[in-house]
């Protein structure tokens, strides 16, 4: 099938081409006819399954027809972050090189006064965050009451980030008679009663079921010491072990702990960028494209910095804190394993909190999620263990118990791994976050039979 019998047109079409995209993706393939005939769409797509351009395509081909006055956008497109916001932009730049449309982005962090010049020129396509789209809208520099179409995206993350109320004011205050894309990965009761209450007779497409994982991706749990001087340590092993290491994204829950370890990998020589809240725009959109470039190897970052980032080839996901919320589980596993590619997303557990965090994905995905079998550096930490701390060690704790011995959810590459003895290392000092004061063993790297 390709793209050719959606309805688009011959100038969007020879974008398509020159991207290189062959075949329509199935949120493309289902939901572009049905913006084409002006419908509202409730897709139910996470990213990576090519919903941006399921909206950004039709979007291209209405577009062509009108044209934009001075402070009255022709369509808003809402992202819940920066980065999402400035992806969806690139995405017009992509498929729109030959369109001359104004696109405007109205993003937090920047100049208002840049915004509100290229508002006054005139805008067929606004990308904004709620909160600097309603802090025009108050200046009364914009007017939303020529918004043919509105695109709601990431709206699960929108109610995360306590976002719905401005999303109601929103859409309050667009026409009555606009369209609505709508997408979700998932479908929690705020969002459902969001989705009856402001779209009219929506199409629903669904293109996997909600908060399922990527297949390719082999999923692990590593046991860990509660300490995050610990925790850290057995990261530092993990990485260093891994095998067919491309990069990887790291992932915090806590703002202040993305930058504490990107602090820590720093000081242990990893090529390492931070993406959290906190960070200015330029430093995050520069943290981003290094990244993307391939110019560092790994990214520390905060769920909300990471949401939805187009970064295509991902090898490695570490969850150095087990998500609170398991749908993040999803969503910071869905940046490996994409596009038929495999990848690998390791959750580093420490404690019982982590223990009933993995239980609470591990009912989300329906799927039991394996501890690794042999920790990097394990042997050696064997041996400098004393045996009545390996007893205690190895029964410590029914979730161990209950797992050890499980395979890994996909792929078999722990297929020879032994079941995991996993005593802790028993560190000289309470900060070995210093190189210096590492056991030798622990200084290079450790290479775990897969
Ligand atoms: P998204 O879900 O919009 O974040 O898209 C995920 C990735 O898929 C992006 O890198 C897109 O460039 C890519 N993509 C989108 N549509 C297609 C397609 N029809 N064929 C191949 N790749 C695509």
């Known amino acids: 099938m390709s793209f050719s019998h959606l309805g688009l047109s011959e100038k969007v079409l020879a974008a398509v081409a020159a991207t290189g995209y062959k075949t329509p993706t199935p949120i493309q393939d289902q939901a572009i006819p049905h913006v084409l005939a002006r419908r509202d769409v409730l897709g139910i797509a996470q990213t990576g399954t090519g919903k941006t351009a399921a909206f950004t395509l039709p979007m291209l081909t209405m577009l062509e027809t009108g044209r934009a006055r001075a402070r009255m956008p022709r369509t808003l497109i809402l992202e819940p972050t920066r980065e999402l916001a400035a992806q969806v932009e690139e995405s017009f730049t992509r498929y729109g090189a030959n369109h001359k449309l104004n696109v405007a982005l109205i993003i937090g962090g920047v100049s208002f006064d840049d915004q509100d010049k290229k508002l006054m020129r005139g805008v067929d396509v606004l990308i904004a965050t709620p909160g600097r789209l309603l802090d025009h809208f108050e200046r009364g520099r914009l007017l939303l009451s020529s918004v043919e179409l509105l695109v709601i995206d990431e709206a699960d993350r929108m109610l995360d980030m306590g976002f719905i109320p401005d999303i109601e004011r929103i859409c309050k205050l667009v026409p009555f008679t606009r369209q609505t894309l709508f997408f979700t990965a998932t479908m ?236 802790k290392p028993a560190p000289a000092r309470n900060d070995i976050d210093n190189a210096s004061h590492l056991p030798a063993f622990l200084l290079r790297p450790v290479t775990v039979k897969a």
């Open 188 to 423: 929690p009761p705020e969002i459902r009663r969001i989705t009856e209450q402001f779209l009219h007779n929506p199409v629903r497409v669904e293109v996997s079921k909600p908060a399922t994982t990527v297949a390719a991706t082999t999923q692990l749990l590593a046991r860990s010491g509660r300490d995050d001087f610990e925790k850290r340590d057995l990261l530092r092993r993990l990485i260093r072990s891994a095998e067919g290491l491309k990069n990887a994204i790291i992932f915090c829950n806590r703002k202040r702990d993305v930058a504490t370890l990107h602090r820590s990998l720093l000081r242990h020589g990893f090529s390492v960028q931070a993406l959290h809240g906190d960070m200015g725009q330029p430093a995050r959109t520069a943290a981003l494209e290094q990244f993307r470039r391939g110019e560092i190897t790994l990214l520390v970052a905060s769920d909300v910095a990471a949401r939805g980032l187009d970064i295509p080839d991902v090898s490695h996901i570490y969850n150095f804190d087990v998500p609170i919320h398991p749908d993040d589980y999803v969503h910071r596993i869905g940046r490996t394993g994409r596009a038929g590619r495999s990848g690998v997303a390791i959750s580093i557990v420490a404690g019982s909190n982590d223990a009933k965090a993995v239980a609470a994905i591990e009912k989300l995905i329906g799927q039991t999620i394996p501890f690794m079998e042999q920790m990097p550096g394990e042997r050696e930490t064997r041996y400098a263990a004393q045996p009545e701390q390996q007893k205690r060690e190895s029964n410590h704790g029914r979730h161990e118990q209950r797992r050890r011995p499980q395979r890994p959810v996909s792929a078999a590459r722990n297929e020879n791994a032994r079941t995991p003895r996993a005593p």
